[in-house]
């Protein structure tokens, strides 16, 4: 498991590629139930309830699995998909874990301290990293320059953002 952990260390660093990764099935979808997990946690960290975490941690999942299933198929590089799926559930995970801290950090009470300034900045710069490895991850899956792959994840980011909000929001 350790091994795992390092594996996706690495990759968020950029020293490793998702075609370093076995094409495991299995693998995908222990990393599903830690992403998971994860986006659960960080929602709750965040004064959601369990219930609206669960499903935007779930429709987050959903979107980002769904996106690549068909950017991959439209580009006939389906083989592709275990390891980058795996990858992308991966790092995401390995980021939202951090993210607990400045997420809990981040209490309106705590502005006068600065507290609330420096949560805001840790999660600006997991932000900007989460983008980076993604865009690294996109680059080697479809053949892409870092800069591109970034544009796209943070396209991606975007359109999460507003389709998972509005979706919990109607269902809150």
């Given amino acids: 498991m350790l091994v795992i ?22 693998l995908l979808l222990m990393a599903l139930a830690a992403g998971a997990m994860s986006g659960l946690l960080l929602a709750v960290t965040a004064g959601a309830g369990v219930g609206i975490g669960l499903l935007q941690s779930i429709l987050d999942l959903a979107l980002m699995l769904g996106a690549l299933s068909l950017a991959l198929r439209w580009l006939r590089r389906t083989e ?23 997420v809990g950090l981040a209490r309106p009470v705590d502005a006068d301290s600065g507290l609330l300034a420096l949560a805001g900045l840790l999660f600006l710069m997991l932000v900007a990293w989460s983008v980076l490895a993604t865009g690294h991850i996109l680059r080697h899956a479809f053949s892409l320059t870092l800069v591109q792959g970034v544009a796209i994840a943070v396209g991606f980011d975007l359109l999460s953002f507003v389709v998972v909000g509005g979706v919990v929001d109607s269902a809150g």
């Fill in 5 to 26: 952990i390092n594996f996706f260390i690495d990759l968020a660093l950029l020293r490793r590629a998702p075609q370093d990764l076995p094409p495991s099935g299995a």
């Fill in 80 to 102: 592709r998909y275990l390891q980058t799926a795996t990858a992308l559930v991966g790092v995401d995970t390995l980021i939202s874990l951090m993210a607990l801290l400045p």
